[in-house]
């Protein structure tokens, strides 16, 4: 079956620079969660979109933003990059919430970002 | 407030016997979906177990069960007949019901699970 996708799986910046990272949801899933997972932490939303709209914000810095397109796949771009924002950045998708707080988050396999 | 508490943050079992996971959580949402994910060192997040705040009997898979006390707020994981292969960092998260809009997952800091030979 098919997961979520998300690219490049590992990324390696200096500080200042920008880097975009992409996810590609499960089919008919419209809805894209983004996580970011720093060394030791438990994993932290961002950002989430449903229907190519933001959904939710979290604790995203105003240094990244994030869309998602017509094919419902989504991007995080982050600039001026810190030596902080080294993590594993999460992407999920999942079918549109029924206001039950049920159903699975499928996650991809993550992106490892290090900021030199 | 901590939406999710787990408040052990390494324990240590060994292979063939059982081990519980603590997880307490806070909501005042009638509605939400308690989830158990495991993340090995490779990373990846792996799910493992759901439990609906209307559930009445507690969730189980294969070797992995949930012991769900709603008055207690409390949703542990069981695991049962532990092995060598599930030494990882195991994560209790919480998906509060809200209508039209984001669903996002809130975690606990984790336990890290080592299971001896």
């Known amino acids: 079956a098919a997961g979520v996708i998300q690219s490049p799986r590992h990324l390696i910046k200096e500080k200042r620079e920008t880097a975009t990272l992409k996810c590609y949801p499960i089919?008919?899933?419209?809805?894209v969660y983004w996580y970011q997972q720093g060394p030791g932490q438990d994993p932290q939303f961002l950002i989430s979109f449903y229907e190519k709209m933001q959904s939710d914000k979290g604790s995203i810095p105003d240094r990244f933003s994030a869309q998602q397109f017509s094919d419902y796949h989504s991007e995080l771009n982050m600039s001026s990059l810190e030596l902080g924002d080294s993590a594993l950045y999460f992407c999920?998708?999942?079918?549109?919430?029924?206001?039950?707080?049920?159903?699975?988050?499928?996650f991809g396999e993550g992106s490892r970002l290090t900021v030199l | 407030a901590q939406k999710i508490t787990q408040t052990q943050p390494g324990m240590f079992v060994q292979e063939k016997e059982a081990v519980t996971l603590d997880c307490t959580y806070d909501t005042s949402d009638p509605s939400y979906g308690l989830f158990w994910y495991k993340q090995p060192s490779s990373g990846e997040m792996i799910f493992l177990i759901y439990q609906g705040s209307y559930d009445q009997q507690n969730a189980t898979e294969g070797r992995y069960s949930l012991n769900f006390q709603k008055a207690r707020k409390s949703a542990n994981l069981v695991i049962s007949a532990s092995q060598l292969g599930d030494s990882a960092m195991y994560f209790c998260a919480m998906r509060e019901g809200k209508e039209g809009g984001s669903e996002k997952l809130v975690f606990g800091k984790g336990t890290k699970l080592t299971v001896n030979p």
């Open positions: 999920a998708s999942s079918l549109p919430g029924q206001g039950l707080g049920n159903g699975e988050l499928f």
């Open positions: 089919p008919r899933h419209d809805t």
